[in-house]
């Protein structure tokens, strides 16, 4: 006698147990939510980029930096994270140094202190999400394979109903409970591929934020130092 079943992905995922469902309805879900942080994170960190190189072009070119200030107050919902970096240092040095008999080197390190905190401040922005993405990445595999233990489980439950076991009677519930492991799989492996390409972009904005923050506290102490 023939046995003739449907092992189409759609027949299985809808006749599987309802465990394994629930576990494919959640590594659907973190799927989806993982697609938009990566899709949205990409926009985010190119537009970060191309803001930063905007504005080094801008400030290296020998722009006046009170204009680059007032434009950068002028335009803030426009700002890149390197333009306020710069905006809350150069605001924290003007501030300062307006106070006479203060110490020359007041204004410089209120303006790194100032500029590190907005530092702070962009960096989680641009970080916002990483963990989800990291935890999808390290988590969905697991959870797949809970779906898989569980499908293989009824499999062979199933069997002690059975006088006669044949591939026919096991091929389903294997079959079913490998599709969790290929859904845990296919959130996984692109949440890894972003997260780790994201870090590593993040962390070259991060080295090149970092530099101009010294790089310009060195040019706020030769005018603090010329201002004397």
Known sequence: MNVTQDLSILSLVTNASVPVQLVMALLLLVSFMSW?????????????????????????????LNGLYQSAVNDRHRAGSLERIFEAGFREFAKLRAQRGADQSIPVEGARRAMRATYQREMDNLERHLSFLASV????????????VWGIMN?????????????????????EALVSTA?????AIPAVVAYNRYTHDIDRLAIRFESFIEEFSNILQRQ?????
């Open 36 to 64: 938009l942080f990566i899709f949205r994170k990409l926009f985010a960190i190119r537009q970060a980029r191309t803001q930063t190189e905007k504005f080094e072009r801008d400030f290296w070119s020998g722009s006046d």
């Open 137 to 148: 990445g390290s988590v969905s595999p697991y959870v797949g394979l809970f779906g898989t």
């Open 155 to 175: 499999s062979f439950r199933a069997l002690a109903n059975v006088s006669q076991a044949t591939l026919a009677h096991v091929a389903p519930g294997i079959a």
């Open 183 to 187: 859904i845990g799989l296919f959130a």
């Open 224 to 228: 603090s130092g010329a201002g004397k």
